[in-house]
Structure formats: C-alpha cells, structure tokens
C-alpha cells in the first residue's frame, strides 16, 4: 500500500511523543530540575525527552573533561601560595598553539635562574583545550579546568593572578587523578628520603672508618 | 584487462627498464618513474597490474635537492597492499604530465598540487587553484615560502620562554599587514578573473534551435552560504532548463593550510590539529596520524591500547553516520525530526568520549604508541550498555522510522547515480565506494590495527543511487556495532602506552603513508620525517575533498533540486575539504 512507509515512520514519532509523557507520570514531577532526573535524561535509559534546561539546569562534567588550563598552588600554613610551577617551560615547548608565555625569574643576589615564574600568561583565545601541557608536566603544576562559561565581549588573556586556583580546588574537580598524582608524588619523596638516608648512612660508615 | 589472479608478479622495473628505478634512499619505498615514461606506466599499472585505484597525490618540496617529488599512492580494489610511485622534476622547472587520462580521480588531487606546491600538470583540463583565491602570491607548501606573521620556521618558538614577554598575535599581525599579495597589487582595485575561467570549464551544451525560440546557457551559483552545505562552499553550475548539463563545486573557504601548519609543528603537536580536519570524527583522525608516525617510529601498541582505538574508532563511525544520515534528511526536506533523532543517540556516544578524552569533539586521544589515559572507571560499562543495548534498538526504530517512506524513497532510489566503474576511477571512497558495489574497506582490504582479529561483514550495495548511500550508512552502524560488542568482551587488562610518555618523539627518516577507514572513506596522512623534531612533510588524504570528484559527474543530467539530495549522500565536512 502506498503511504505505509510514511504511516510506519508516523507511528515511530507518535509514540516518542507520547513516550515524554508516560515519563513525565512515572517521574512525578522529579524529572526536571534534580539531579537524578538530569542523570536519567542523559542515560541510556532515557526515554522521551531529554534536552536539558540550561542554565537552569547544568549536565555534571565528567572529571576528565578539559577546558583552559589553571596553575595549582599548595597552601602553606600562614595562607601563602606556593606556586608547583617551576618554570622549566615544558608545557610552553609542547603547547600546539604556542599560547602560553612565560618569563622565568632570576635570583636578584645571583642573577641566576630560580624555579619560579616572574610572568606566566596563557592567550586563552587562542587556547585550543588540547590539555598537553597538563598531560606533560612533570610537577603537576598546570592543569585543565572545569569552568567553561568564561564568554566575554573582549580578548581574553589570563596572566599568573588570574590562573592561580588552589589544590583543594583541583581536588575538588578531579579527586581520582589527584589522589593517583598525590600517591606518586609521595611514593617519589619516599624514596628520596630512603636514598638520602642510605647516602647520609653510607658517609657516616665512611667517616667512622676514617 | 588481465584478471588480477594471473596478473604477473609486481616488478615494474623489469618491465619497463627504461624510466623506472627502485627508490632506494633510506626509509623510502616504491618506485621512482621518469616524468616521460609516467603515463605508460600508470596506465601498464592499471590495465597489466590490476592497481585501478589511485588513491592520493601529493608533493614534496626537497628544497636542498632543488627538486619537487609528486608522490602517488595506488592500490588493488581487490584488497592488498598499495603499490607507491614517485615522479621527480625540477624545482623551477616543475612540469609532470597528468595522469587525468588514466585515473580521473586526480582531478582535485592535481589541482590541489598545483595551487599549494606549483607542480604543473601538462594536460590538466582545468589547472587552477581550488583551495587558494586566484589572487593569491606563490604556492605555499614550497619550503621558502612564508606566511605574513612568519614567526619561525618550526615550533616551539623561542619567543614563548624563557623570556615570554607577551603580545597579541593581532598586535604582530595587523590588520591588512596580514596577507600578501603580488607586487603592483591593489585588492581594491582587482577584478577576478578566476570567476570567468571558473564558468568558462563549465562545459556548455548546443543550442538546438528548432522552435524559433531564443535559448540561452543559465549559470547558477549554489553557495557559499547555502544551507545545504553545511558550512562555506559553493557550486557553480550551467543548467538547461532545469537540468544541471555541467557542475563544479568551489571549495577553500575555510582553508587554512592544515599541512603548512603540521610541517611547523612537532609530531605530537599535531595531534589535537587532526581533531580539527573532520570535526565530527577526531578519534578516526588521530587512528590515521598515529599509524603513520608509528610506522614511521616503527613502535608497537599494546594490546589493550589496541582494543579502545578500535571501540573508539568504530563508535565514531556509529556517531558519524548518524549525524550523516540526519543531517541528509534535513537536506532533503525532512526537517530536523529525523536529525534531532540521530543527534539523540550521537550525543551518547559523545558523552563516552568526553568521559574518555575529556572532550565531546576534540578528542586528542592517541599518541604514538599508545593512548593518552586509560578507560577511566565505569565508561566501559556505559560502552557495553550503549552497543548491547541502546544503540541496536535505535537503529532499528531509525530504520522503520525512515528507510521505507514513500517521499524519502521517491526523492533518493534511482536518482544520482554511481556505477562502480566511475566510484573506482573517480577515487571515491568509504561509503560512497561501497554503496556502488565496490566492496572495499581497508578494514578488510589492507587490515590495520586489530580489525583482522573480529567478525564482520563489509557492507556493500549495489546501485550506487542516492538511497543506497543512505541506506548502507545504517548497515556500516550494525557492524560496526558488532565490531564494538566483540572488542569490549575481548579487551585484555594491561598498559596502554609503550614506553615512557614523551612530548618529544624521535622520528628517524623517511616516508610513511597511514591510511584509515574513517567515517567518509579512505583517511591517509602521508608524513615524510627528515629525522628532526618536526615533520618534514605533512600531506592528509581528505575523503571529503576527494569524494567531491564524482559530485559533478552525478549531478550531470539530474534536476538542480537533486544536487543537494546528492551533495548530503557524499556526507562531506567542510573542515576537511578545504583543510
């Protein structure tokens, strides 16, 4: 029969929308607007509509997700910022843009080289969220935000003030891979202090043998 | 035509001992074919050899040879591996004879040579630039040539650090101080010529004149900004009536020299640009620059890193034709019903790859010889819940939602039609090949990766129309899906990077063509290293680009209102057309 094909396809979008209401019903009223509904929606069980309301409503990022990158600084016990960057420029040489720029500081009795950046700027219009240079950093120093509503009407160029965010924050938006870097990090400080204790020992052997 | 079976053992210089010689500098293969003798022998390696598939041409700027190479990539559709010849000229001197005669595929191809590298094709019909504007000074890949905010020859640039003093790149590069145009130029002032020689390779038909009517050729402009496009591009053709008599379409609007771009970069910094080619299928993106540099590196990758590059080339697949298969409907005047459909299930798999890479679209996800971070916790769940469950049962209602309306059919069966002659001399490729009789998918033909460990069938029909196109999109999903299903049952434990994580690969000289079976067909990325940091040469085999050969043939005789049901079946990105 002529037009079947049509009718089949009519019947698939007629029961889509009655679909939206039969989960409205079982939802109660509880599918828009929590936080269960808006991970329902986004499921593979979802059924019926399953558009969300932004901004009302905001999809939860997954801990991986990337966007500009931030600097991380520990706190000390007065308040202070240590900042991890050490300046070494990694994530400047791996950067596929060339967006990040940084000015390296110099010890002002020395004039040498000290691990700590006097400028670090990110270009972020240019900025194309790759998240190498957090992936190749060996300090743990810069890593990739979650905060991706920064639109303005301007160029958008972050300096040190503004991408300094703090460990906790970091932890806050990506407690898995914080706690596996926090891990090494000790694992590796462990065995510095093993390995100097067995030098100090070793030299100490030395001396009394002396 | 010799049968392939009995077609003599390939020794091309045994054959023609005159004009051809072995290439035998280190880290290259193939053949290297006097520019007299490259007709005859390209037409010896179709019609003798059984090699009627002329995949990609691309050329190299040896600026310290003082030569240009023109470097051809030719394969079996019977399945195998490919057979690489090259041609080299002068570089002031860059003539070659084209090979349109003998595969009619190179079309685009050569012109694309011409416009960034100024090879010459002696007896290209219709030798202009495609991707570059008619004004524009020079051929870009050419090693001497620069770019108006010419910063360094390679990347990482040593303005970033230690003394990074920033500026903003429009400070540099201001505006009008940012392009560059021949001596004595005034844009202000230029006419474009391109506009006539664009008409004038138009053909045009005979005016029959019987009536004592006054005929005339009508020239219709579709584009740039027509929605049917899916972003910038535009096709020009000459209609009879309503009949299209020829058609060619114009493209370049979004180019921004992809492969200049990579040849400045470090291998790994071109991964997240790869992203940036076929937006909708990055992962299948980065699959294809991983195995090139990878062959070039000679590396392995682990076994487990092997699994996710396959679920996650396939389900790129499975989220690619689905935009396609939406997207075309939208072209074809089933407005966004079905599409919103197809971006439903889309967005699912969008979200595993955001839980995977970090990102919905820019993946970034491979390295070589690995992958940038495990399947995090629970995502190969949501894999297996999506490709047992979800996403089978969805085809399927997208099918009966689609596949036999009646307004559908009459729009697409029998129109813009293919035959597997012309997809396999036009150089078409994936979907478009296969929907012609061509069952070839370099899945199956030249297996890659582990694609020879799982059970599927290479989909194919047979009558090349518009809805055959359509249609082989949902049986590419099914098995795809069947590939996935097998791959997460299958996925070992284990490391998925081999070695240490580098930021800095050292690649040793030479040349490796990496080709995939992407979304749109036949993704290769030729890389050609000279042991440095950077690659010395980046060119990318854009199934996009290339399918677009066979549009006009089409469209020829069809009415103007079916150019864009045919357009939406190529199921082109604009991002990789114009790179």
Sequence with gaps: ?210 | MVTPAQAPTLDLVTRFPEGVVADEREGYEGYLVAADKLVEVATALRDEFGFDYLSSVSGVDYIAEEMLEVVYHAYKTIGGPGLVFKVQVARKKAEVPSLMDVYPGVDFQEREAWDLMGINFLGHPDLRRILLWEGFEGHPLRKDWKEAYYEADVKPFKSRWPEGNFFRSEEKATYQANVQYPDKFDPEKWVPEGEDALYGALAKYEDVDNTGLKTDHITINLGPQHPSTHGVFRIATILDGETIVSLKPVMGYLHRNHEKIGERNTYLQNMPFTDRLDYLSSMSNNFGYALAVEKLMNIEVPERAEYIRVIMAEMTRVQNHLFAIGMFLNDIGAFFTPSLYAIEERELVLDIFEIVSGSRMMCNYFRFGGLARDLPAGSLEMIKGLAFERLPRRVDEMDRFLSDNEILRSRCVGQGVLSAEDAIKYAAAGPMLRASGVPYDIRRADPYSIYDRFDFDVAVRYNGDIYDRYIIRMDEIRQSLRIIQQAVEQIPEGPIQTGKPQYQVRVPAGEAYGRVEGPKGELGFYVVSDGKPNPYRYHVRAPSFINLTAFGPMCTGLKIADVVAVLGSIDIVLGETDR
């Excluded at chain 1, 019903?25 to 936080?35: E, P």
């Design chain 1, 1 to 210: 029969m002529y037009g079947k094909g049509i009718l089949k396809g009519l019947g698939v979008t007629l029961k889509r929308f009655v679909n939206t209401y039969l989960e409205d019903i079982k939802w109660l009223g509880k599918r828009y607007y929590t936080a269960e509904g808006i991970a329902h929606r986004s499921s593979k069980n979802a059924n019926g509509i399953f558009t969300i309301q932004y901004p009302e409503e905001k999809l939860p990022v997954p801990e991986e997700f990337r966007y500009i990158p931030f600097l991380v600084f520990d706190e000390g016990e007065d308040g202070a910022e240590i900042i991890r960057c050490t300046s070494c420029g990694i994530c400047a040489k791996v950067c596929p843009p060339q967006c990040i720029w940084i000015v390296r500081s110099n010890d002002p009795k020395t004039g040498r080289p000290i691990p700590d950046p006097a400028e670090f700027v990110i270009d972020v219009d240019i900025c194309m969220n790759c998240g190498l240079c957090a992936e190749y950093c060996p300090f743990d120093a810069i890593k990739m935000d979650h905060d991706y509503e920064i639109a303005s009407y301007g160029r958008t160029v972050f300096d040190k003030e503004q991408l300094m965010k703090s460990a906790t924050y970091y932890d806050e938006i990506r407690p898995i891979n914080n706690s596996i870097e926090e891990a090494a990090r000790k694992a590796k400080e462990e065995a510095k202090a093993a390995m100097a204790a067995a030098r100090a020992e070793k030299a100490a052997k030395a001396a009394e043998e002396n």
